[in-house]
């Protein structure tokens, strides 16, 4: 079982950016899949970003398109999300989560482990 921590989110104005950091610890990570999602108040977790643990294929959701940047360095165990151009809509707990094989990228409940979230707040 792998173990997930998040760091790196924060308060930031719009326009600006944030690196979100997620560490795994528990199982080997460079077999690993990891994907980011995100959870609004009130909303449902949705899909932000994935990245295969093959080849390092890269998925997003349309709105972060052109805006964040998934990356992972396996010597380190960890996943980045790199946000840039931050608009308030943004604003949430973002998760990071292991894939299970075979599940879709973009449905949360194709990952068996979660981390504890960290919060990003765009103000306006």
């Known amino acids: 079982q792998v173990q997930l921590v998040e760091s790196g989110g924060g308060l930031v104005q719009a326009g600006g950016s944030l690196r979100l950091s997620c560490a795994a610890s528990?199982?080997?990570?460079?077999?690993?899949?990891l994907g980011w999602f995100r959870q609004a108040p009130g909303k449902e977790r949705a899909f932000v970003a994935a990245?295969?643990?093959?080849?390092?294929?890269?998925y997003y959701e349309n709105s972060v398109k052109g805006r964040f940047t998934i990356s992972r360095d396996n010597a380190k165990n960890t996943v980045y999300l790199q946000m840039n151009s931050l608009k308030p809509e943004d604003t949430a707990l973002y998760y990071c989560?292991?894939?299970?094989?075979?599940?879709?990228?973009?449905?949360?409940?194709?990952?068996?482990?979660w981390g504890q979230g960290t919060q990003v707040t765009v103000s306006s």
């Open positions: 990245i295969s643990w093959y080849d390092s294929t890269t």
């Open positions: 528990g199982r080997t990570f460079s077999n690993i899949s």
């Open positions: 989560a292991a894939k299970m094989p075979g599940a879709a990228w973009n449905i949360a409940t194709g990952y068996a482990a």
